[in-house]
């Protein structure tokens, strides 16, 4: 059994211990600042660690990404940060580190909880909670909408974790307002995609006040079709990641909001958290809720 | 000797023959969603159909040319993403001015395009091998450039997409449908045309009739990279967004849009207004769907079975015909 | 003009062995050889289509030696290959002048195209033709014809036809002849090469003879009887020529009188328009009838809507013993029914060019239960049935294995033979059967093809060679323009009412 | 007459010449991560690589017969998920037992692959639409049975991919490599593999002889879908779940596997044996870029120029030794 030999291997104090970040997708903006934010503390802390980064092609690549892990066991790192692309798929993967004698820390994506119970495994997590970010940016929109308003969902990739999410957080936000979502489709994260369905959302629904999009590249779709729709002042659009893209359109009055899940921090609290249970692996194992903050044209970086 | 009106006749049932069935295919999807999708048959719809499709047709009409010389280009989604990369960088971080920037842009898919076209035709390896390493180096390019950030160009080329005032249409649509008629052309009028046709249907019998077959190769590759460069301009423009994830799968739906129209994956046979008719099945398609709300499985089951029905009924009818 | 040096070329093994050869100008030099002696292979490296092993060319007193066809071209040497190389989705015109569209700056010249191509294509007897039509609809006697005028239509100094009369019959051939004549009088060095030994002995100012790739002699005109020529070709010859018997002593012996009656195949008022029109015929068991025709009358149509790779457009067929029946909608249909065809087109819908000889000969046997048990195939076996055929059709090749795009052209078609001998039927449509197959082995096919009448097999055989006919049927019936127009039975032909009947259909409306 | 000597040496040689540039490729490969990425020769590593290929080699050796045969097969990723899907289905909400489920699960992929083959070879519909139909149908059809879901099924698979005692490979791995090996021999041995060779080769040809082209097409086809089941059971028990958007884009990589290993798009060419040894090309690659840590800018710029030059490699090879 491969457990056996490697646990061996676990932390020799005299050698720096290896860390492995798995991401879904090092495509995405939102996980390349992640990555960098990571390589950037790790280069400020260079005599404390190695860093391995590791991503994707597609988010949507789950036996990949699962194939990376057992690399990753195989290549002797000592501890494993994962943004899990799926928070089932990912758990049987997560066990085969913990009992080869990894440190397995689990950051922006939860991992399922009845599955672990049912793997019998705890993984700590540290991480945004969507649900509640959304929910904040659809609140922020529901402010300058009336009731019975007519609103649109821009979903994400509809198996994704945080997708559904988001979706729910958006949900509970235009109930709690009275408003009315009368269409919501998936448009799988992309910026074309989302021009499309967004344009015949705004043809098949003339009265349409807002879309609300799950990320920002898909909420650059939706600008662009309701400009070529001509409804920019009619429409609005939120989004969520707050990419550099997004801020520029929040500077110029095209985007209401987004949402900030400060993702160069969140591989940072996690690597701090691998440390921590490297060195005292009888760390308590406690989720770590990072901040999501709303955007708007009043904070936004310019 | 009933010369003229016998010679129209003929020249409309030719037409008929060889549209008739994608036309036919056409109407009864626009008749569908008509009935049940709200404001389908109406001319905001119509017309924001035709300024989205642009960049998909001049990919296909790109795409058909390199299919019928007998190649396949799956690398044209990542040049795509490349071009436009290239282009958001040039404006934005060089400052150069726009048709600068567009021609580098344009220039450089045909460049990634004649290397498809220079590796296949002349060391003899399946173009399907080079242009799938292409689609992964480009698109590593295309982050590279971008730093995998999605970048705001803003509206400096917004007049490409706008549209034209009387008409609703915009530039694009319209340099897109010349490039159609263009393409038609090329591939009929041209030597080069005629070449990849030659070359498609057997490029052992071209080359044994002492004709050079690299030369031509490198071209259409190079004018398929070429169009894809154009089509980044074009997606950019709409989306005032370049997006190194941008064109993710083109190759398939381009590769559908020609195959709809009937242009044969083993090359020697196409056309390009065909491929065109081809595009417009699929956006229809697409459109309609995403009008009526349809949940995700049901669009994915009726697309594809719509797309298997079309080139079906084609099949069918003209076997009857003959 | 042109001088060959110890011209060798060896693949698996030698193909062409130190060959000297000189052509002059205004002169037809034949180069006569048993399939698989090396013509075309020496022809491929004077036109620059490969490269030879060693020796040297040397051409209007320079060294010659082209890397490809287009270096050849430029020197003044034109080849007509002996496979067909007819793009079907051109048209006529732009097969003629594909190495050289006529433009102006890339853009062609279609009128003048059309033009010209109306001309050169009258030149060579497709007058008929529009040069705007796609080539995939013409048939392989009229493809041959396109490619030799593809190939000559341009002044040049060296003109090399590999077999360029296998696919034409009497009157066609008789009109490349008269052009030949033409080039041969504007001083053209002309490279004959071809298996009719009577057309060689008229048209010819000097011949040449290969053997295993050999050369055997040059002899000027008339200095070499038929039976000396073939003695050249053969005589010592390759050890599966020699190992079985002789060649029959005398060719022409029309079948047994005694002929059964019981019909094996009739054809009722069949039909494909617009090239076959109403044709009724019927064939008895153990008779060889054959059909004669101009190219493009119809005949191949004929046996594949018979064969049912063509659907029928109207008529019926009965086959012995059974009740009329509509034709068959496949090919499979057809020979589960006991029919067999030998198609005329070996490259496109004959043979299967990478794989190789065992292969392409049990491939017919491949839906056949118990040949093959529990759908296992047994190499060994199809080996062995491949080998006894490399005997009996002295098919020459390395082994069994070889693949059959890399054997001489008149080996191909043995091949093609081979495959159907083998899967047997009662009622064999032979399309051409010994096209590019040469006299000696022309020979053992007519045996063998007398050997199945005698077995009671009905043979409809279509040949553009009259002489074969005549020697070999019972009867002959001729079509023309798509319809029967006579019957005549043997054995002896008046072969001038033949030749009539040939061109009947075209002057009725 | 050196008999025996000779001929094992031939045989040696011949071995050389078919899997020589491609055992040359790897070992290469191999060499260069085993120098620069700590603990990529260890045993660990190769065994976790082992185990992770399963399904993609079973994907591919159906992708090898199916182009041998002339057709392509785009719906593999789709028909993996859709199988994968109900397997899951059926063990958790209908609580049939594995062996029930799975045949099931490898009975649904081999209809969906039968019917690609029945609706391409008797409608002669080209296969890249029909399969690429199916590829939209199969994937709605994995959604809706799932309702967009990954779904866990526990460990109750896991007997299938947990590494067996004393090798350390899994029975995926194993059950892979016998179908790599029963593939070549069904290529080789049987009438429905030398068919599928004859029909690629020349489709016109074998219809010609008589011989039916339609049953071995939708034979072939079916063993492709149900390999898509089996590799989508290999994929389920290795993760413990199975997903609705599992095998995206794995048509892409079993073809390219199918290509670098030789086997012609035109039909006709091939080995599963080569096929596999692609498959290895690429997760050799994929593994030594993640154990290197690489961006994935120049992963993706490496996996595509090591592609390229891999078959560059293999047939300038070939050209010399010819
Ligand atoms: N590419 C090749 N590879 C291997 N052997 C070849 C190749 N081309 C020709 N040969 C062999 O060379 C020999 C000569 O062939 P060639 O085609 O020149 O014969 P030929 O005299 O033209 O015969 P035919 O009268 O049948 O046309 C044959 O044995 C053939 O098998
Ligand atoms: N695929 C096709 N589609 C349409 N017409 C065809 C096709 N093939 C052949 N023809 C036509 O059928 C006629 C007969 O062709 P072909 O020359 O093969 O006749 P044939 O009697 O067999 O003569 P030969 O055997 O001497 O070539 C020609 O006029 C040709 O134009
Ligand atoms: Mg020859
Ligand atoms: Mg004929």
Same mark, same amino acid.
């Given at each position: 059994q491969p457990s056996s030999s490697n646990a061996k291997s676990t932390p020799k104090s005299s050698e720096k211990p290896k860390i492995a970040l798995v991401m879904k997708s090092l495509a995405n903006e939102f996980f390349s600042t992640m990555a960098d934010g990571a390589k950037q503390y790790q280069s400020q802390n260079a005599q404390q660690f190695e860093l391995v980064v590791n991503g994707i092609k597609d988010e949507r690549d789950l036996a990949r990404q699962s194939a990376i892990v057992d690399e990753m066991i195989a290549a002797k790192v000592q501890a494993i940060v994962i943004a899990p692309a799926d928070s089932k798929a990912l758990v049987p993967v997560l066990r085969r580190a913990k009992q080869a004698g990894l440190v397995v820390v689990n950051i922006d994506n939860k991992l399922d909880d009845e599955i672990l119970n049912a793997e019998s495994l705890s993984v700590p997590f540290v991480g945004p909670n969507n649900l509640l970010g959304a929910k904040s940016v659809g609140e922020h929109l529901a402010k300058s909408l009336k009731p019975g308003d007519q609103v649109a969902v821009l979903e994400g990739i509809r198996t994704s974790f945080n997708a559904t999410q988001r979706r729910l957080g958006f949900e509970q936000a235009m109930k709690d307002a009275g408003i009315q979502i009368v269409d919501s489709q998936s448009a799988n994260w992309e910026t074309n995609q989302a021009n499309s369905i967004a344009a015949s959302m705004l043809n098949a629904h003339p009265d349409l006040k807002a879309i609300l999009a799950a990320n920002d590249s898909m909420a650059l779709g939706a600008i662009a079709a309701i400009k070529a729709a001509n409804k920019t002042d009619t429409v609005q659009v939120v989004g969520f990641d707050n990419i550099s893209a997004a801020q520029q359109a929040i500077g110029q009055g095209k985007m209401l909001a987004t949402a900030d899940q400060h993702g160069d921090q969140l591989a940072i609290f996690g690597i701090q958290l691998a440390m921590k249970l490297l060195q005292d692996p009888n760390t308590l194992l406690e989720d770590r809720q990072t901040p999501v903050d709303l955007i708007t044209s009043g904070n936004v970086a310019k | 000797m009933k010369d003229k009106a016998v010679s129209s006749n003929r020249a409309i049932r030719q037409t008929l023959a060889t549209y008739g069935g994608l036309m036919a295919a056409i109407v009864v999807l626009a008749a569908f969603f008509g009935m049940f999708a709200k404001n389908f048959l109406t001319t905001t719809t119509l017309l924001t159909m035709a300024n989205s499709i642009p960049d998909v047709t001049v990919v296909a009409v790109g795409m058909t040319l390199v299919l019928i010389a007998g190649g396949i280009d799956l690398s044209v989604g990542s040049v795509l993403a490349l071009s436009a990369c290239l282009l958001g960088w040039l404006m934005v971080d060089q400052k150069l001015p726009l048709w600068l920037a567009s021609s580098g842009a344009i220039a450089l898919g045909a460049c990634c395009g004649g290397l498809n076209g220079w590796l296949s035709a002349s060391f003899r390896i399946p173009a399907f091998i080079v242009t799938l390493g292409m689609l992964e180096i480009a698109r590593g390019g295309a982050y590279w450039i971008t730093d995998s950030n999605t970048k705001y160009v803003g509206s400096s080329l917004g007049w490409f997409s706008d549209p034209i005032a009387p008409w609703g249409v915009s530039a694009s649509f319209l340099i897109a449908v010349s490039i159609v008629l263009l393409g038609q052309w090329l591939l009929h009028q041209t030597v080069l045309g005629r070449t990849a046709v030659a070359i498609g249907t057997n490029a052992e019998s071209v080359r044994m009739a002492g004709i050079r077959t690299t030369r031509p190769m490198v071209t259409l590759y190079a004018i398929c990279g070429g169009l894809c460069g154009l089509a980044g301009l074009m997606q950019s423009s709409r989306l005032s967004t370049v997006d190194p994830n941008s064109g993710v799968g083109m190759e398939l739906s381009a590769i559908a849009a020609c195959v709809i129209g009937g242009t044969s994956l083993r090359g020697g046979h196409g056309s390009v207004i065909r491929t065109f008719f081809g595009v417009l099945v699929i956006s229809i398609l697409q459109t309609g769907l995403a009008q009526l709300g349809a949940s995700d499985p049901i669009k994915r089951i009726v697309t594809g079975g719509v797309i298997i029905l079309a080139v079906l009924l084609d099949s069918l009818r003209k076997r009857s015909a003959v | 003009m042109l001088k060959l040096d110890a011209l060798t070329k060896d693949f698996a093994t030698r193909a062409v062995d130190q060959v000297c050869l000189e052509f002059a100008p205004g002169q037809v030099h034949a180069l006569l050889g048993a399939n698989g002696a090396g013509k075309s292979t020496l022809c491929k490296m004077i036109a620059g289509l490969i490269q030879p092993t060693h020796g040297t060319m040397v051409l209007a007193g320079k060294d010659y030696s082209p890397k490809n066809k287009r270096q050849a071209q430029r020197g003044g040497i034109q080849l007509v290959q002996q496979e067909l190389n007819v793009l079907p989705t051109l048209n006529l015109a732009e097969n003629l002048f594909l190495s050289d569209l006529p433009n102006r700056w890339g853009i062609l010249s279609r009128r003048a195209m059309h033009r010209r191509a109306s001309e050169i294509l009258s030149e060579f007897g497709l007058g008929h033709l529009d040069p705007r039509c796609p080539a995939s609809s013409l048939g392989v006697g009229q493809q041959q014809l396109l490619e030799i005028a593809a190939n000559s239509w341009q002044p040049t100094q060296v003109l090399i036809l590999d077999e360029p009369t296998a696919a034409l019959s009497t009157p066609e051939s008789q009109r490349l002849f008269e052009k030949i004549d033409r080039w041969r009088n504007q001083g053209v060095a002309i490279l004959y090469i071809s298996h009719r030994l009577a057309e060689v002995q008229t048209l010819a100012d000097r011949i040449s003879i290969l053997r295993d790739g050999k050369l055997q002699g040059t002899w000027p005109r008339g200095e070499l009887q038929q039976h000396d020529i073939v003695a050249q070709m &053969?005589?010592?010859?390759?050890p599966a020529m020699s190992a079985s018997p002789a060649m029959p002593a005398s060719p022409a012996m029309p079948a047994s009188p005694a002929m059964p009656a019981s019909p094996a195949l009739c054809v009722e008022q069949f039909a494909l328009r617009p090239k076959v029109r109403n044709v009724s015929f019927s064939l008895r068991a153990g008779e060889i009838l054959g059909i004669a025709g101009l190219v493009g009358s119809g005949r191949t149509e004929l046996l594949r809507a018979i064969f049912g790779a063509d659907r029928a457009t109207g008529g019926s067929l009965r086959l012995a013993g059974n009740v009329p029946r509509p034709s068959f909608r496949s090919p499979n249909e057809a020979v589960r029914a006991g029919l067999v065809m030998i198609s005329e087109d070996r490259k496109a819908?004959?043979?299967?060019? &990478?794989?190789s000889i065992a292969e392409n000969i049990q491939l017919p046997m491949l839906d056949r239960p118990g040949l093959a048990g529990f759908g296992l195939v047994r190499a060994g076996h199809a080996r062995r049935v491949a080998e006894t055929y490399l005997q009996d059709l002295a098919i020459r090749c390395d082994s069994t294995d070889q693949s059959v795009g890399t054997l001489s052209g008149g080996n191909q078609q043995k091949v093609v033979l081979a495959k159907w001998l083998e899967r047997d039927g009662n009622v064999f449509l032979l399309d051409e059967p010994t096209r590019g197959i040469d006299v000696a082995a022309r020979e053992r096919v007519h045996d063998v093809i007398r050997k199945l009448a005698k077995a009671g097999k009905g043979i409809l055989l279509v040949s553009s060679d009259l002489d074969e006919l005549v020697g070999l049927c019972d009867s002959i019936g001729v079509m023309s323009n798509g319809r029967w127009t006579a019957t005549f039975s043997g054995p002896n032909y008046d072969t001038q009412a033949i030749l009539q009947a040939m061109f009947a259909g075209y002057s009725e409306p």
């Open positions: - | - | &053969t005589m010592p010859a390759s819908d004959g043979l299967l060019l &990478t794989e």
